[in-house]
């Protein structure tokens, strides 16, 4: 008996131990493929240029850096789980992306935001949910759904919240495919000094909130934009 419980112990601990370095546990945050008519990328996780040239504004918290991904899809575009957990946070406040968030806790140690939403969703903190399980629908942040609506998607740390991870180093897809639309080649700002740094999805650094600066470079390319 002594030694089924032990075996039994053994193997809650093992179940929880988070996922190996390499590993992909999650899935994308839609459960339909992208296209045109469904969802794309839009801003990539890490030193994009927009984030670059508003990295003393808007992304000042993130050390200058973009917190996540965004999806673009049409306001109303129901958003799945990427992964089984336990709702943490409904609407906060403190960690942005308005008019409507959602934070799912998950068993291996991150935290995923889905940010952006249309309305509060149907769940309550403590609830269980199931990877691929809808848990929102695609908003707009400038609330009129005229032309920005899309997902705000970021993976930190579970219950703290203050380090942000690559959700692209996290989700198992076909980044390189998914990337093929759009301005991806020039998405990410350039350090004149060290040009081949962060410069591919896969090659972008982690965040703590409100750090010092990760990308104030001496001379940058492109040259500034008007935003």
Request: aromatic residues 12%; charged residues 15%.
């Amino acid at each position: 008996m002594i030694g089924l419980v032990v075996l039994l112990l053994m193997g809650s601990l093992l179940a929880a131990k988070p996922y190996a370095q390499g590993e992909k546990p999650f899935g994308l945050p839609y459960a339909g493929p992208s296209g045109p008519s469904t969802w794309m990328l839009s801003q990539l996780y890490g030193n994009t240029i927009f984030a670059y040239y508003q990295r003393n504004e808007i992304y000042e918290a993130g050390q200058g850096l973009h917190f996540g991904i965004d999806f673009d899809a049409s306001c109303g575009t129901p958003v799945v789980a990427i992964g089984d957990g336990v709702v943490s946070l409904v609407d906060s406040v403190t960690h942005g992306a308005l008019p409507h968030n959602l934070i799912i806790d998950h068993d291996n140690g991150y935290a995923s935001l889905y940010g952006h939403l249309l309305e509060r969703p149907e769940l309550t903190p403590g609830e269980r949910v199931v990877r691929g399980q809808v848990v929102g629908l695609t908003g707009d942040p400038d609330l009129d759904c005229a032309w920005s609506g899309h997902l705000h998607l970021e993976i930190r740390d579970a219950g703290v919240y203050k380090r942000l991870y690559n959700p692209a180093t996290l989700i198992a897809a076909d980044w390189d495919s998914l990337a093929l639309v759009g301005g991806y080649s020039s998405w990410y700002a350039r350090d004149l000094s060290d040009p081949r740094r962060w410069q591919h999805i896969m090659d972008q650094p982690k965040i703590s909130v409100w750090g010092s600066p990760l990308n104030d470079y001496l001379e940058a390319w492109p040259l500034a934009w008007q935003y």
